[in-house]
């Protein structure tokens, strides 16, 4: 089969990047023929504050960068070449690239088509989102998921999608899982971008509770990626009001992949108390890296995990349960994280390639809920 996407990928951060490079790469594994065409430019720099360009990041071979977010011709051409081909990808990431994706969509409606969705609204609501997010998705054949809860929302959304939900794989997989620290200090880790939904308030207050029911329990937090909202110095004012100065490392600034997996092996757990969600690309490279983690019950997360195995789940906002959460996770430690070690096989993403070739010879009266 010969396939289209079009979408952000490496040296593009980030974990849609990221996705994008293993979906292809995957069906390429397959057999098929895949075209690559992502963004030279995703957004104004007024809009996006993080980095551009993974400087450590390599560029797949034959990737195309040639969209422009204020270029339709960019649009207007990666569509023509795309239509001839049997089955185009799309990622859906924001409603600011509606637009973009909704001209390309037309000019490939009469090629089957994939949405290959990862919010269906964004985490900081915009103007007009769910009119555009529904003008933008409409016109696919098929769409795939990876929670059901995102399958709810998109069937609310649009009732007359087709969607299909697939899991995500981690992006980063260890080549083999490295040993936990020494059991003393525990330590925790919440890597990544740092935005008000992740719930960084709640883990340190969380933290400060647990600490004061175990004193002589030494811990360990590590907060480590690019610092949006709230600020690093805003984070740090927080940890010194709390009296968690020895306790709490903040490290801001972009993680590549090569340190993102370093700085999750250096440590016991995540710690992902995120207030909303979609699904989390951390979850499965903790996982993947053979490391237990805390989140809460919002949006898709606790389909992502095993409860009471690999991971420990809280209700959101709730820094009591944080601080449950890692006295049960600690007592525990040793059956959670051999258990997060098996979490993940190396073919995951090949099968992910799998069942997206079958969605989209699947026949249109088809949808799946899993």
């Keep these: ?27 390429e594994r397959a057999g098929h023929e895949v075209a690559r065409w992502s963004w030279k430019s995703q957004y104004p720099k007024l809009l996006y504050k993080g ?7 390599e560029p797949i071979p034959g990737s195309r960068f040639v969209l422009s ?21 799309v990622p859906w990431v924001t409603p600011f690239h509606a637009i973009p994706i909704l001209v390309i969509m037309g000019l490939v409606r009469r090629t089957s088509s994939l949405c290959v969705i990862h919010n269906v609204l964004p985490h900081e609501r915009m103007p007009f989102d769910r009119i555009l997010t529904r003008l933008a998705i409409r016109p696919a ?17 649009l009732p007359e999608a087709r969607s299909h939900v697939v899991q995500m794989p981690p992006h980063l997989l260890a080549a083999s899982s490295e040993p936990p620290p020494p059991s003393s200090p525990f330590r925790l880790i919440q890597p990544g971008f740092v935005r008000p939904y992740k719930g ?3 883990a340190l207050r ?22 949006w909202d709230p600020t690093a110095q805003e984070v740090q004012a927080l940890v010194e009001s709390l009296g968690l100065g020895e306790a709490v490392s903040i490290d801001d600034g972009y993680v590549s992949d090569a340190k993102m997996l370093s700085e999750i092996t250096k440590h016991h757990a995540g710690l992902l108390p995120y207030s909303s969600a979609t699904q989390s690309g951390l979850i499965p490279a903790i996982l993947g890296a053979g490391r237990p983690v805390i989140t809460t019950d919002v949006g898709g997360l606790v389909e992502q995990v095993r409860p009471g195995e690999n991971a420990v789940v809280c209700p959101p906002g709730d820094p009591s ?4 959460a890692i006295d049960h996770l600690r007592t525990n430690y040793e059956s959670f994280q051999a258990i997060a070690d098996e979490s993940w096989s190396d073919t995951a993403w090949d099968d992910v390639a799998r069942r ?12 799946s809920p899993g």
């Design 141 to 157: 054949t098929a769409s795939i998921v990876h929670s059901e809860a995102q399958q709810r929302l998109l069937s609310d959304l």
């Design 200 to 202: 960084v308030d709640t």
């Design 206 to 227: 969380g933290l400060r509770i647990y600490l004061d029911r175990n004193p002589s329990a030494a811990t360990r937090f590590t907060i480590v990626g690019d610092f």
């Design 356 to 367: 997206v070739v079958d969605v989209a010879q699947s026949p249109p009266s088809a949808a």
């Design 321 to 324: 349960a944080i601080a449950d």
């Design 51 to 57: 980095m551009r360009i993974d400087p450590d990041a």
């Design 1 to 27: 089969m010969r396939i289209s996407y079009i979408g952000p990928l490496p040296p593009i951060p980030g974990g849609i990047a990221q996705h994008g490079a293993h979906l292809t790469s995957a069906l």
């Design 69 to 89: 977010w204020l270029n339709p011709i960019s649009w207007i051409r990666v569509g023509l070449r795309a239509r001839k081909t049997d089955l185009v990808l």
